[in-house]
């Protein structure tokens, strides 16, 4: 696509249920990453994938939260039993190499509040 | 560890005067800055590399690597400035590291 393309663009859960959020990066890129965009806290790093390569998840905040990303292209971030604390704005970005110089670009956020 | 950090969490400045947002950062090799941005109900976007040497829409930023600094600046701000931005340093070729962000209020 044209864009970094995230679904749902808003998303309310009841504590303890799961969650699915999912990202379609731009075609081609191989580069996809999550980050977490809460109020005043900038934004963390949660995982990326490059290619075929094995993810990098050392952001990740607990073993609650995973990501796969499925023939090189679609990307799905799943939290298990949310919790209060995992209320956010869930942001994707592609870009077409991990290697440096070319910056991310960004989809638009899942929004995700656990009440 | 590498870090970025933007001490101001709220810059206001008057239209027509110069801004300054400020970024440090501590890498331990050669450092890789961007400034990225968010204008209000927008996506976050790639505003300027600091290896590109640019300017975009009357910003630049230099790389100080004695002060480790990579603030952003311009001589004349604008209403249409108001935004939040983010200093980024990329993490050895792999992710970027982000700033907790500094949101520029251009007042009329």
């Known amino acids: 696509g044209a864009g970094v393309s995230q679904s749902p663009s808003n998303k309310v859960t009841e504590k303890g249920k799961d969650v699915e959020l999912r990202c379609d990066p731009i075609s081609g890129h191989t580069a996809l990453y999550w980050y977490r965009q809460s109020l005043g806290q900038g934004l963390e790093f949660l995982i990326y994938f490059q290619g075929n390569s094995a993810p990098d998840k050392s952001g990740l905040p607990s073993d609650r939260f995973s990501a796969e990303r499925t023939g090189g292209s679609v990307s799905t971030l799943t939290i298990q039993r949310t919790q209060q604390e995992d209320s956010a704005v869930y942001l994707c970005?592609?870009?077409?190499?991990?290697?440096?110089?070319?910056?991310?670009?960004f989809g638009s956020g899942t929004r995700l509040t656990v009440v | 560890a590498q870090r970025v950090t933007q001490p101001e969490k709220l810059l206001s400045v008057f239209k027509g005067a110069p801004v300054e947002l400020k970024c440090n950062y501590s890498?331990?090799?050669?450092?890789?800055l961007f400034w990225y941005v968010q204008y209000s109900r927008q996506r976050l976007q790639l505003l300027l590399r600091h290896i590109s040497r640019e300017s975009i829409k009357g910003f630049t930023a230099d790389l100080n690597k004695g002060e480790t600094s990579f603030h952003l600046k311009k001589p004349f701000a604008q209403e249409e400035d108001s935004a939040m931005y983010y200093c980024a340093l990329n993490n050895y070729g792999q992710n970027f590291v982000f700033g907790p962000g500094t949101r520029l209020s251009v007042l009329p």
């Open positions: 970005a592609s870009s077409p190499t991990t290697g440096t110089n070319y910056g991310y670009t």
């Open positions: 890498y331990s090799g050669s450092p890789e």
